[in-house]
C-alpha cells in the first residue's frame, strides 16, 4: 500500500461546504456503512450565487433533478447515509456495550476491589443520546442573491442539516482496563497542539484507562526503530499546555498505511487519537479503512489542527484564534515601520495556503491595513487598477500603505515549481518577497521614493502557546475525541459545528479546504475595514 503521503495527494476533492441536510434519526449501529463509503454524489447540491463557480470547481456529480417532487427527500437520504459515524458494531455486531465508566459523581470509574466490575447504581444526567443532533445551517436566505447565501436550488429552498451530536454516552464499547490508546500529532506545529494531548490524557484517565502512550514525530514515530513510545500520564502532561509546540514533535509524511496498521497491532494499540488536518485526516480515514478491512476492533479518531481554519463544515479549528491575535504583533510592527517612514510601505505575509481566513481576520480586527489580498480573490499587482496603483494613492493621500497578504494568494503571478513537501503538498512561491521586489523595482521605475519592509512571521506565530479562546476549544475537543472513541466511533473527528460540538465522518471534511466566500458579509467587512478597490 502506498505511503500516507501519495494517499493525500490522490485524495478525491469533492467540495461538501454548502451541503445541505438530513432529517434526524436514530442512529442503527446493527446496520452495515458500506453505503457511506460508496455512496455517489449524483445528487450533491451545487451552490447557488456569487461564489458558486468558486465553491464548485471541484464538483463531478451531476445536478439535482429540481423537477422531482422527491428530490428534497432524497437529499436528505443521501445526505443523512453520508454523514452517519462508522461505528464498530459494523464490524463486530455481537459486541456488547456496557455501563459507561465515566460518571462525575464517582470518585474512580472502576472498583479498585474488583477488577473488571463497574458500577452501575450512580444515576447521572450528563450524557448525551444518540438520537442528538446539532444544527448546522440557521439562517433562511430568502434569495440566492443574498450575501453569503448558500442554496440547494434556485428558489433557495429551506432545507435543515443536522450531524451528530459529541459528548459522553451512558453504554461504552471497551473496557477501560483493555485499553492501550496512543496519540499522535502530525504536520506542522499549531498553537493548542499541547492543550489537546494534556485533555485527551486527562479524559482517558477518568475513564480508567491506565496505558497511555505518545507516538513521537507523526506518522514517521510507527516506522522509526530509533524513536520510541513517550508513556503519557496526567502527571507528565500536566503543565505541558504553558508552552507551545507539541511534547511528541511533529512531522510530514510517513510509512505506508498497512505498516501503520502493522504496528498498531504489534503495540496492541486499540485507540489512536490522530491530531492534524486534511492530509493528516486522509491518513488516519485509511487506517481506519484498513483496520476495518482487517477486522480489528480499533477505534481512529481524528482531531482537526490547521492553524488557517481550513476545515469543512467547521466554524473554526484550534490555533486559528491565536494566530490571529499573534498576527497583530507583526501587523501593528509594519503600520509603525511604514508610518514612521518617508513613503513608508509595510508587507505582511500569514498563513493561508488555500484559504485566506487568518489574514482577512487580522486585517480586519486590526484596523491598520490598507490592502489584504487572499488566496480566494484574484488580484493584478501591475496595471491602472492594480495593487501597485494603488499603493501609488495611499502614498500619495496618507503618507504610508499596510499590506497583509495570505501565503496562498496571488500564486499566479509566480513562476511554478513542481516541487512537493513530505504531505504531497506544492511548494508555494513566497508571494511576500515578490510584493515587496515588485513595489520597489515599481516605484523606482516612476521615481517616486519608497521605503518598503517586509515581515514573516510564520514562525513565530505557529509556536505561540494557545490563548485563553482556543485554550477552551482545545480542552472540549480532546475531551469529546475520547468521549468519540468510548462509544464505539471510529473514522470520525470531532469538531465545533454552529457553536456546538458535533461528530463527522471523516470523509465529509478532508475533500478539499474550506474557503473564504468572497460574497460573505465577513469579506465584505473586510473590504470596508481596509477601504480597498477591486484589483482586477
Known amino acids: 500500500m502506498g505511503s500516507i503521503s501519495q494517499l493525500i495527494t490522490t485524495t478525491n476533492p469533492i467540495n461538501h461546504s454548502h451541503l445541505t441536510s438530513t432529517r434526524s434519526c436514530a442512529l442503527q449501529f446493527s446496520h452495515s456503512n458500506s453505503r457511506h463509503l460508496s455512496l455517489p454524489h449524483a445528487r450533491v447540491a451545487k451552490k447557488v450565487g456569487v461564489f458558486a463557480e468558486l465553491s464548485n470547481r471541484s464538483f463531478t456529480s451531476t445536478a439535482i433533478d429540481f423537477s422531482d417532487p422527491d428530490w428534497k427527500t432524497k437529499f436528505k437520504e443521501d445526505f443523512e447515509a453520508r454523514f452517519r459515524l ?163 514533535g511533529v512531522s510530514r509524511g510517513g510509512p505506508g498505511v498497512s505498516d501503520i496498521v502493522d504496528s498498531l497491532e504489534e503495540r496492541g494499540i486499540n485507540m489512536l487519537f490522530v491530531l492534524g ?48 491575535e499573534e498576527a497583530q504583533r507583526a501587523i501593528n510592527s509594519a503600520y509603525i515601520e511604514a508610518h514612521s517612514a518617508y513613503h513608508g510601505i509595510g508587507v505582511v505575509k500569514l498563513m493561508g495556503r488555500s484559504s485566506g481566513f487568518i489574514a482577512m481576520q487580522a486585517s480586519l480586527s486590526s484596523g491598520q491595513v490598507d490592502i489584504c489580498l487572499i488566496p480566494e480573490v484574484p488580484f493584478n499587482l501591475h496595471g491602472p487598477h492594480g495593487v501597485l496603483s494603488h499603493l501609488k494613492y495611499l502614498l500619495e493621500t496618507k503618507g504610508s500603505a499596510v499590506v497583509c497578504a495570505a501565503e496562498g494568494a496571488g500564486q499566479d503571478l509566480l513562476q511554478k515549481t513542481n516541487a512537493t513537501d513530505a504531505s504531497g503538498n506544492v511548494v508555494f512561491g513566497d508571494i511576500g518577497v515578490y510584493i515587496q521586489q515588485e513595489t520597489k523595482k515599481y516605484f523606482k521605475e516612476i521615481g517616486v521614493h519608497a521605503d518598503v519592509k517586509y515581515i514573516d512571521p510564520t514562525y513565530m506565530i505557529r509556536a505561540c502557546r494557545a490563548n485563553a479562546s482556543d485554550g477552551i476549544l482545545c480542552t472540549v475537543l480532546g475531551q469529546n475525541a475520547v468521549h468519540g472513541a468510548f462509544a464505539g466511533y ?42 480597498q478597490p477591486d484589483f482586477i
Open 86 to 248: 462508522p461505528h464498530i458494531t459494523d464490524t463486530f455486531p455481537d459486541v456488547s456495550p456496557i455501563p459507561s465508566t465515566f460518571c462525575l459523581k464517582m470518585r474512580t470509574p472502576i472498583d479498585s476491589d474488583i477488577p473488571g466490575y463497574y458500577s452501575s447504581d450512580e444515576e447521572w444526567h450528563g450524557y448525551i443520546n444518540n438520537n442528538d443532533r446539532v444544527l448546522l445551517k440557521t439562517i433562511y436566505y430568502s434569495s440566492p442573491t443574498s450575501a453569503g447565501a448558500e442554496c440547494i436550488d434556485p428558489d433557495c429552498t429551506w432545507v435543515e442539516q443536522w450531524v451528530h451530536r459529541a459528548g459522553p454516552r451512558e453504554k461504552i464499547y471497551f473496557k477501560p482496563e483493555e485499553v492501550k490508546a496512543a496519540i499522535v500529532t502530525c504536520g506542522g506545529l499549531c498553537p493548542g497542539l499541547n492543550d489537546v494531548i494534556r485533555q485527551i490524557v486527562i479524559t482517558l484517565e477518568i475513564y480508567g484507562v491506565k496505558k497511555i502512550v505518545g507516538i513521537p514525530f507523526g506518522y514517521r514515530g510507527f516506522s522509526d526503530i530509533e524513536l520510541t513510545e513517550v508513556q503519557l500520564s496526567r502527571k507528565v502532561v500536566q503543565n505541558i499546555h504553558l508552552s507551545g509546540g507539541s511534547l511528541l
Open 490 to 531: 471510529s473514522g470520525i473527528t470531532v469538531g465545533l459545528c454552529n457553536t456546538h460540538y458535533a461528530y463527522l465522518p471523516i470523509p465529509e471534511v478532508i475533500s478539499h479546504p474550506r474557503l473564504v466566500d468572497p460574497n460573505s458579509r465577513m469579506w465584505h467587512r473586510c473590504l470596508t475595514s481596509t477601504g
Open 277 to 324: 488536518g486534511n492530509g493528516t485526516h486522509a491518513g488516519a480515514n485509511a487506517i481506519h479503512n484498513e483496520c476495518r478491512k482487517r477486522r480489528l476492533k480499533v477505534s481512529i479518531i481524528g482531531v482537526p489542527k490547521t492553524i488557517d481554519n481550513d476545515i469543512l463544515l467547521m466554524d473554526k479549528t484550534f490555533g486559528f484564534d491565536t494566530a490571529v
